[in-house]
Structure formats: structure tokens, C-alpha cells
């Protein structure tokens, strides 16, 4: 065979072979009717199945609370759609990604516990900070001496400060919808099909690669009127 003719079709089948693109595979991380397959971590802030959506409600006198993932992902796409609680500025949530845990007791309770950390994109309820979408590290890091450090700026790795059309999509009390990708360094978020954040992370030293997914329950002090937050439609597919 032709040298030329040669390399044209083996060009060819790396084209149309399944190996040389991305392999796509959609995971069922919820099943619409039980908490199958997650896991609770950190505070007693409570989690229950209502009407095929995940309802997150707080609790008073304890830290942060997360439903964890039990599978790890690294690089994939998730989409989501959320409301929450819009009653005042105490209450807010997020969506973790290839975020961990370790042993910490509860500040608040004293009681054993377990700290989720990792990047987490924010689902903010501030009045002067509207900033859902936008990618805050939670928990910080223990370095080897169990110094917490703290990263980007007081935790925020890319605030919505600077980006006004993301700010505006923000709608609390309403269904908001979220969609997260995350490839290698690079991770991009969108609310409501508004970019949001667009965040590379250099770091060598802290980079996280692969972890858990988790939806939080921010803390709320000694209130007792609980706040909820809701999820649904939680779709996933990872990117080999």
C-alpha cells in the first residue's frame, strides 16, 4: 500500500474511533425517591426526599452540614436546579465539588465531627452580595503542622464582584438553574446560562483533582426558625 494512502486511513480511523474522542458517561447521582448513594457530613442540619427533590433544612447551634456523594469525580459536567430560603441574609448554600473531609470537632456542639473541604460553588442570599455562581474554598487547608490556610482571597477563589450580568440572574425564593464544568485546572460555572465564574487553578501545592460532590447547609447561629434550600434535577456526566 501507497506510503500516502497509508497514513490517510489510519488518520481516518483515529477520527471515528471511540477512543480518540472524549468518552461520555451519564451518572444517576439521585434517584428522585431516597438518599441512595449519599452521605452526611459536618453539622445537624437535616436532609429529606419531598416531591423527587433533595430539601437541605438547618438546624440551630451547629456548624456547616453537607450531603455527600459516595463516588468521587474529577473531571465532568453537572447541571442542577436549586431555590432557597429568601427570608434574610443568615441562611445560604452551595454545590461542592472534588471537595474531601477530615476529622474536626464541631466548634459549636463539641462533638466529633468531620470537616468538608473543597472548592464549592456558591449559592449566595446576601443582599450586598450577590455572588451565586461564583467559587469560594470551604473548610480551607491543614498543612502538615494543622496550620488552616485559607485560600485566594479570605477563601474566595472567584467572587462575582466584577461580573454584574451573573449578579442579576440571581433569584432567591425562585427555581435557579446551574451548570458546572470542571477539566483538568480549569473550572467554568453558568446561572441561568449566564457565565459565572471562570476559575484556573495554578496552585501546585493545593490543585485538588478528584473528590466528592456535596450540597450544603450553611450554618445559621442560634436561630430556630429553620431555613430550607432545595435541588433537583441533578444531572451528571463525567469527561474521560
Not at 442542577?80 to 464541631?106: A, M, T, Y
Request: with cysteine; proline share 3%; net charge neutral.
Amino acid at each position: 500500500m501507497h506510503m500516502h494512502l497509508r497514513t490517510a486511513i489510519v488518520g481516518l480511523i483515529l477520527m471515528v474511533s471511540p477512543t480518540a474522542v472524549f468518552a461520555d458517561q451519564k451518572v444517576e447521582l439521585f434517584n428522585g425517591k431516597d438518599l441512595t448513594g449519599w452521605t452526611k457530613r459536618g453539622g445537624n442540619g437535616s436532609y429529606r426526599v419531598e416531591d423527587g427533590e433533595i430539601v437541605g433544612q438547618s438546624a440551630p447551634n451547629t456548624t456547616n452540614t453537607f450531603l455527600c456523594s459516595d463516588k468521587e469525580f474529577g473531571d465532568f459536567e453537572m447541571e442542577l436546579d436549586f431555590k432557597i430560603d429568601p427570608k434574610d441574609n443568615i441562611f445560604n448554600s452551595g454545590v461542592q465539588i472534588r471537595s474531601h473531609s477530615r476529622p474536626e470537632k464541631d466548634k459549636k456542639s463539641q462533638k466529633e465531627s468531620e470537616r468538608v473541604f473543597g472548592y464549592q460553588v456558591e449559592i449566595d442570599t446576601k443582599a450586598d452580595r450577590p455572588w451565586t455562581g461564583g467559587i469560594y474554598f470551604e473548610g480551607g487547608i491543614k498543612d502538615k503542622n494543622g496550620k488552616l490556610i485559607m485560600r485566594g482571597e479570605n477563601g474566595w477563589m472567584f467572587p462575582l464582584k466584577d461580573n454584574k450580568a451573573a449578579q442579576k440572574e440571581r433569584h432567591l425564593g425562585e427555581w435557579n438553574h446551574l451548570k458546572i464544568v470542571a477539566k483538568g485546572r480549569h473550572i467554568q460555572t453558568w446561572l441561568n446560562g449566564v457565565p459565572a465564574a471562570d476559575l484556573t487553578d495554578n496552585d501546585e501545592k493545593y490543585f485538588t483533582p478528584k473528590g466528592f460532590l456535596a450540597l450544603q447547609v450553611h450554618a445559621v447561629g442560634q436561630l430556630k426558625d429553620t431555613r430550607e434550600v432545595r435541588f433537583k434535577n441533578i444531572k451528571l456526566t463525567t469527561l474521560d
